[in-house]
């Protein structure tokens, strides 16, 4: 038989914040729901759908519900016995509104894998609700609580455990009654397993329009080519602008903030370009010496300069009949724009070291997060040259200008985190999902891409990233101080830090004017004898201080601030 343990650090795990219109269950997002409301519609569903759909529909639902209160059982109460921790899920069942849970039985074994389990529900929401709509049944029908049964004691044992409702009030039976043990020991589980299936009337329902899905598939592989994801106004304008430079040679100059993904777009053209199996060639113009930049740019003639030993060819001739991606171009020296001017115009180049022109067949792709046009007023960047490569401009947005595409772009970097760093972890929690949308993003895609990294390498083995993993000074003073109290009721954190400062006051045994006098000393004695400084740090005016220190026998002529002061 297991025992509840108190239920305070749960309710501590409940935050409203009506400021925001959102409910927290430590870092997950709730809903407070009217049952009447959730009782609609499963009697709707029942009525178009059917009973088979909505059953598997609900029950999937409280798995789902289940499991995601295993993994906080495990995170609050990891340190506690196994019964313990396990009394999370009934505990948390009854905290969320969904049903009295008393433990009749209760045998379990975390090594082994065993479990058995009986259990007495009384004041079911979903029996109630089933009765009002369709009457007594002659089945069980808490399908929903049933589900999380299943699905929390499944993730808490790391087996599938299956719960049966044997006594239900829908039954006209006195309460409800649930038993769990493995599945494989359940005779008839072919018959109660199908409910967990993912099978639904949606899934039917969206094969009428499968020719729309391939398309759409189809459309989102080519972007997840490029590891590029997005739905976004401003992503679709951008990616549009790529698809249509992609079938032609033009000459493309990306422009954007540091950290949109330049090259990834740079890349997108030449994999959706004729040249797709020719090289892809870049440089970062920004990384490189100045004396060294056309050697890399144009190659190098054996004996050009000292140290120039052998020949080797440059980025152009390596990227023949492909693609040469310029980036950070903003920062190339004025002597080497007008070489690369030259030999954009002319298609061929000169090897340092060497008068013979090479002839080479170069598809251009330029970026810079370098306002040109003003670098061009400036006199740091040749007219001639912004003109030739301003020939199809395309503007990456910001990434704060497309939060929309931040859940697609954290669900695919985590993926690619996950294998890259053999982990597996089950996403980011609603919380944390929050912050991400709420960041200023200053760093752009490439700085959510090492958060989202650090992410994953910071959350335990199949656990959520929490915010504390993606942003490094996060505290959770931050969220919102109403909470649940012992009686239910919503409590004032602030109060309750008052509370706690009155215990440690009343358990001090000092007397109401011992405690007066040793605030008054403090205040006086951290302000340095300065009496209207302690009046501010009291609150209170600094005739009211001197009235007080007298009334106390206290003396301030001691410090040479109040000397002065007088």
């Known amino acids: 038989m297991i025992k509840y343990p108190g239920d305070l650090d749960l309710r501590r795990l409940i935050r409203f914040s009506a400021e925001d219109g959102s409910i927290w269950l430590s870092e997950s997002r709730m809903l407070l729901l009217h049952a009447a409301s959730l009782g609609s519609l499963r009697e709707e569903m029942m009525n178009t759908v059917g009973e088979e759909y909505t059953r598997r529909m609900f029950t999937r639902m409280g798995f789902a519900s289940g499991k995601r209160d295993a993994e906080l059982a495990r995170k609050i109460r990891g340190k506690l016995s196994i019964e313990e921790a396990f009394a999370t899920g009934p505990q948390m069942h009854m905290l969320e509104g969904g049903v009295q849970v008393i433990p009749v039985k209760v045998e379990m074994n975390a090594e082994l894998g065993e479990f058995r389990g009986e259990f007495i529900w009384r004041n079911s929401w979903e029996a109630d609700a089933h009765v009002k709509a369709f009457g007594p049944q002659h089945d ?15 993730a808490f044992m790391g087996r599938f455990i299956l719960f049966k409702e044997t006594r239900c009030i829908a039954c006209s039976h006195e309460e409800c009654r649930i038993v769990g043990k493995p599945v494989e020991e359940w005779p008839d589980a072919e018959l109660y397993t199908r409910y967990f299936e993912p099978e639904s009337i949606v899934s039917q329902l969206l094969e009428l329009s499968s020719q729309v899905e391939v398309l759409r598939s189809s459309l989102e592989k080519c972007r997840h ?19 249509k430079a992609a079938e032609t040679n033009v000459t493309v100059l990306l422009s954007g903030e ?14 959706r370009s004729r040249r797709a199996d020719k090289p892809f060639v870049a440089i970062n113009c920004a990384a490189l010496p100045h004396d060294l930049i056309e050697a890399e740019l144009f190659g190098v003639e054996k004996g050009a300069y000292t140290g120039a030993a052998n020949s080797r060819p440059g980025k152009f001739e390596r990227a023949d009949g492909g693609t040469l991606f310029l980036d950070e171009l903003g920062e190339l020296p004025l002597a080497s724009q007008a070489k690369l001017l030259r030999a954009l115009q002319e298609g061929e180049i000169e090897r340092l070291g060497d008068d013979r022109p090479r002839k080479v067949d170069v598809r251009i792709v330029a970026a810079t997060n370098v306002d040109l046009p003003e670098a061009v007023k400036a006199g740091r960047f040749r007219a001639d040259l912004y003109y030739r490569l301003n020939v199809y401009p395309i503007l990456i947005p910001p990434l704060r200008e497309r939060r929309s595409d931040i859940p697609q772009m954290v669900a695919m970097m985590v993926e690619k985190y996950c294998a890259l760093h053999e982990k597996r972890v089950a996403g980011v929690t609603d919380r944390a999902m929050q912050a991400l949308l709420a960041h200023t993003w200053s760093g752009n895609v490439r700085e959510l891409q090492n958060m989202i990294e650090r992410g994953v390498i910071l959350a335990g083995q199949g656990d959520w990233i929490e915010c504390e993993d993606l942003f490094p000074n996060f505290t959770p003073s931050d969220l919102q101080p109403v909470a649940v109290d012992r009686t239910g009721a919503l409590e004032d954190r602030g109060r309750e830090r008052e509370s706690v400062l009155c215990d440690q006051l009343l358990a001090s045994g000092l007397s109401l004017e011992q405690m007066e006098n040793m605030v008054l000393r403090e205040a006086v004695a951290r302000c340095k004898g300065n009496l209207s400084g302690a009046a501010r740090l009291l609150g209170i005016t600094r005739p009211q201080l001197s009235y007080r220190l007298k009334r106390c026998l206290i003396d301030t002529c001691d410090g040479p601030e109040h000397h002065a002061e007088v």
């Open 140 to 154: 069980p029908v808490c399908w929903s609580l049933t589900g999380y049964a299943s699905g929390y004691t499944s």
């Open 225 to 243: 080519l490029e590891d590029m994801v997005g739905d976004s106004p401003a992503f679709r304008q951008a990616y549009r602008l790529v698809e």
């Open 258 to 271: 540091t950290g949109v993904g330049k090259e990834r777009f740079a890349r997108a053209i030449h994999n």
